[in-house]
Each structure stands twice: as structure tokens, then as C-alpha cells.
Nanobody, 117 residues
Framework: QVQLVESGGGLVQPGGSLRLTCAAS????????VAWFRQAPGKERERLLC???NMEAAMKGRFTMSRQKVDDTVYLQVNHLQPGDTATYTC???????????????WGQGTQVTVSF
């Protein structure tokens, strides 16, 4: 059974950084498009970044996503965290980057990130 597992979440003070990791069993992330999403309480899920099969990394503002070929994981680095970044962060894998959530084949359970003093 394919599983995506996120790790690296936790409590962080404002201004801090976190690196989240997405790992998979039974599939190879390197042969899939991978995306990171987040969902804050009471808000819709938001796609942060996506890397296609032939992409190694992507960046948008404070968010950087990158593949780690050595162990077939995908990182999400978030810098200068603010309370508004508090959310559950989830990775997904599929055949291509898509704006439709239904297009993603595999989803993780998510890891909680809380930004607070």
C-alpha cells in the first residue's frame, strides 16, 4: 500500500524556519510530480509549490521545495515563519502538477506546524 509520510512539523517561534520532509513507500517520488499543500483551521487547502517529474526544485517567496535523490524524499523549507503559517502541511504525489486536488493520486496525512511564542 502506497503511503506518503510527512515529518518535521512542530512548534516554531515567529521568525524561525522549518524543513518538512515528504517520504513515500511503494512508489518512487523521483518519478512523480510532488506538491506541498497546507490547510489552516477554517480555511481552504492551499497549494504552496509543485515540482514536476523533471524538476528538482521550486521556490516561491519564503517557501523552497526540493528533491533529495539520495533517499528519494522531498523537502519543503519555510523561512521567516509567521503565525499565519500555522496549518497542517501535506504532501501529494501524482503524474503531473495540477490545479485540481482530484488529480493527485497519493496524499499524506499531514504534519502540524504551529507558529507561536
Amino acid at each position: 500500500q502506497v503511503q506518503l509520510v510527512e515529518s518535521g512539523g512542530g512548534l516554531v517561534q515567529p521568525g524561525g524556519s522549518l524543513r518538512l520532509t515528504c517520504a513515500a513507500s511503494e512508489i518512487t517520488l523521483d518519478s512523480h510530480a510532488v506538491a506541498w499543500f497546507r490547510q489552516a483551521p477554517g480555511k481552504e487547502r492551499e497549494r504552496l509549490l509543485c515540482i514536476s517529474k523533471n524538476m528538482e526544485a521550486a521556490m516561491k517567496g519564503r517557501f523552497t521545495m526540493s528533491r533529495q535523490k539520495v533517499d528519494d524524499t522531498v523537502y519543503l523549507q519555510v523561512n521567516h515563519l509567521q503565525p499565519g503559517d500555522t496549518a497542517t502541511y501535506t504532501c501529494a504525489a501524482g503524474q503531473r502538477c495540477s490545479d485540481s486536488d482530484d488529480s493527485w493520486t497519493y496524499w499524506g496525512q499531514g504534519t502540524q506546524v504551529t507558529v507561536s511564542f
